[in-house]
């Protein structure tokens, strides 16, 4: 693998505008510039190979081919996989591999929701990238081959070539909330006779909300990220589909065998009196629902990540910890094992996906529950987006604070972990509130809770 020093910026958007026209366009994107916790950024375009697939309809692209096939699409991903897992010596976190998402349906081969608008997967073999490290203050392009491409790219960083950033025009219009808050509501009941029955002890419940909208969804973006920042965000464009994500929360990652999550449970809302904010904190930290709530996901993320972990290596790092954002306080905990030798991050990924935090637990019956009442395809809404490299690191968000954006339509959605003692009602309030800058924003502040 070779890779090359190119020009820093703090702002890692300078260099997404360079890339930002061409094909299968992917931003990872730590918004460090916006005082975010995040580290690295992460950008390419015009994979080598692409794969798309819709339940065990698969088509991959490679070399202007296209071949359909019918099977098991992560069996179908090993085999590039595998083909390019390739031992690499770097620091930096990626070089080459996939990247894209696998929505939350993307394992779920006997799920009814076929007519989804967006595929449940979509990655591609990306054998170049620019890195950039903000905590160093340094650039770096990797690639496997050179070509008039890349040097063309690093003529432009490397000689502070201005460019011409025209922003372009988008609008949105008639904000519909599609859940009813009366049917949230209900359904939050539901979920809690089904705790009582005894058939799980938490379930994730979401609402979406659709927007029409046309024009550019890169200049979306970059507004978004100013209202919104957070360390796992994302932008991903194929074909007509833009996907925008503003996630505070990474669900695996991993680096040098060291295999981590970090599910987020437990929420409140950011106030404007300092003092009272730093209340909200304190609440949060001493809330027995929300204690409860988070406990039930670390175990179900302990367990998971032992399916691939040496034994007795799975550790709870920090439980309960209390992570700022924009608009809310959340309460986080992080989990990490010891990836064992056998074993890919593509292999752990399959293991533990879809992440706990956006299911319930039991796993499998919390997801029937959800299919059940919420009667739509999630999409990329609670899957992950991300990298898989070829030195077998990873790193994946949850797809929380996300956007999908298809044909005129702009979707998103926001939900939370419904137990025993829920209030439906605060349930349904806090729903709200996870989402309330993307709220306000595409209401123009008309929509009020």
């Not at 932008?235 to 599910?263: L, Y």
């Not at 605060?426 to 595409?442: A, C, Q, R």
Request: positive net charge; contains cysteine.
């Amino acid at each position: 693998m070779n890779k090359i020093k190119i020009n820093y910026h703090k702002n890692s958007c300078y260099y997404a505008d360079i890339l930002k026209n061409n094909e299968w366009f992917i931003f990872l994107d730590s918004c460090f510039d916006k005082g975010s916790e995040g580290r690295y950024c992460i950008l390419s375009c015009d994979p080598v190979i692409k794969i798309i697939s819709k339940k065990n309809n698969i088509i991959v692209e490679k070399d202007g081919i296209k071949s359909s096939y019918k099977e098991d699409p992560l069996t179908v991903i090993k085999k590039y996989y595998k083909y390019s897992n390739i031992q690499h010596s770097s620091d930096l976190p990626f070089n080459s591999g996939f990247m894209g998402y696998f929505g939350y349906d993307a394992f779920n081969y006997t799920d009814s929701y076929i007519d989804g608008r967006f595929p449940d997967i979509a990655v591609g073999l990306y054998e170049w990238a620019i890195v950039i490290d903000h905590v160093e203050k340094s650039a770096w392009l990797t690639y496997e081959k050179m070509n008039s491409f890349i040097k063309k790219i690093i003529d432009i960083v490397n000689l502070d070539i201005k460019i011409k950033v025209k922003k372009l025009d988008y609008s949105f219009s008639n904000l519909n909330q599609l859940t009813s808050k009366d049917q949230y509501i209900k359904d939050v009941k539901k979920i809690k006779k089904y705790i009582s029955e005894g058939d799980c002890y938490q379930v994730n419940y979401s609402q979406n909300f659709e927007v029409d909208f046309i024009g550019d969804t890169w200049s979306l973006y970059k507004d978004i990220r100013n209202k919104n920042p957070a360390p796992y965000s994302s932008f991903f464009k194929f074909g007509e589909n833009s996907i925008i994500s503003s996630s505070p929360e990474r669900f695996i990652s991993v680096k040098d065998n060291i295999v981590e999550t970090k599910p987020i449970k437990g929420t409140l809302k950011r106030l404007q009196d300092k003092i009272k904010d730093n209340k909200q904190k304190d609440i949060l930290q001493n809330d027995e629902k929300n204690l409860s709530e988070n406990l039930m996901i670390v175990d179900l993320l302990r367990n998971d990540l032992s399916k691939c972990c040496d034994l007795n290596s799975v550790k709870v790092e920090k439980l309960f910890d209390i992570e700022t954002y924009a608009s809310v306080h959340h309460m986080v905990s992080t989990i990490k094992g010891k990836l064992n030798n056998k074993t890919k991050s593509i292999d752990i990924l399959e293991a533990c996906f879809p992440g706990g935090s956006i299911t319930g637990a039991p796993k499998i019956r919390s997801m029937e529950i959800i299919s059940e009442l919420e009667k739509r395809p999630r999409g990329v809404y609670c899957g992950s987006i991300g990298y898989l490299d070829k030195n077998n690191n990873m790193d994946t968000n949850i797809c929380i604070r996300t956007i999908m954006i298809n044909n005129g339509k702009l979707n998103f959605a926001a939900g939370g972990g419904i137990v025993y003692d829920s209030n439906p009602e605060d349930e349904y309030i806090e729903s709200l509130e996870k989402v309330s800058i993307f709220l306000k924003f595409f209401s123009k502040g008309s929509f009020t809770w």
